[in-house]
């Protein structure tokens, strides 16, 4: 089910991006963890979100999911801190960029690699936050 590869691929980009960047806090889209739950994230931190999953192969669980990295920050009082923004965002494109094809035995899926399509920026007046977007394709298939 198209739901299921979804969540199984955001809490794996988790896995692989808090894994090569300890320092920085990765949520799945709809909070939680592997073992459910809700989070409440504080800035900074990063959102992974799979919009689409297109199966590609009818008889195989092989698809090409649409997914994008949210990094927010907070603006700071004197000013936008976009050294420290700009840094993490730089670090989250090169580990998405280097993600080599491989199985992800915990989450049942077979990462077949990972193309970064655009990057864009935002801010939010309003919650006195900025950020940036990553958007990607992904090619994955489940093996159970």
Known sequence: MALEVKRKAELSLVAILSGALPDLSFYPAKGGDDDGGTSLPQPPFGAIWIQDAEK?????????????????????????????????????????????????TIHSLMIHGIDIVTVN????????????????VMGVSETD
């Open 121 to 136: 920026e935002f801010t939010d007046d309003e919650r006195h936050a900025y950020g940036d977007t990553i958007s990607f």
């Open 56 to 104: 590609t192969m009818p008889n195989e669980k092989t698809y090409l999911l649409s997914g994008t990295v949210v990094w927010v920050s907070r603006m700071v009082q004197a000013g936008l801190d976009v050294t420290d923004h700009s840094e993490s965002v730089r670090q989250i494109y090169d580990v998405l960029l280097n993600t080599d094809p491989g199985n992800d």
